[in-house]
Nanobody, 122 residues
């Protein structure tokens, strides 16, 4: 069993900052890529930022230069520092982890967190 839990969402004014955190726990042998996605009602979930276990990062064009993803592989956690927030950043943000669980019958699988709401509004 693997759990992925996000925290840190909330309400912030345009131009403000917010930091999201995500922790993966449970029967984990290894984690490959960890990512942040976001979704607004009526739209598909979109990739915001991702970081591999080697530390390579990837960002959506809409957040480049404003968001920073970081990872602590020893703790199986990632953070998303969001700066210069805009109303269009309002969404539910989800953490995703590509995990190889520990156990004789385990393999690779993707796990989602429950999501955390980010609202950017004055």
């Amino acid at each position: 069993q693997v759990q992925v839990v996000e925290s840190g969402g909330g309400l912030v004014q345009p131009g403000g900052s917010l930091r999201l955190s995500c922790a993966a726990s449970g029967r984990i042998f290894s984690i490959n890529t960890m990512s942040w996605y976001r979704q607004v009602p009526g739209k598909q979930r979109e990739l915001v930022a991702a970081v591999t276990r080697d530390g390579d990062t990837n960002y959506a064009d809409s957040v480049k230069g404003r968001f920073i993803i970081s990872r602590d592989s020893a703790k199986n956690t990632i953070d998303l520092q969001m700066n210069s927030l805009k109303p269009e950043d309002t969404a539910v943000y989800y953490c995703y982890a590509d995990v190889h669980c520990s156990g004789s019958t385990c393999g690779w699988a993707g796990y989602w967190g429950q999501g955390t709401q980010v609202t950017v509004s004055s």
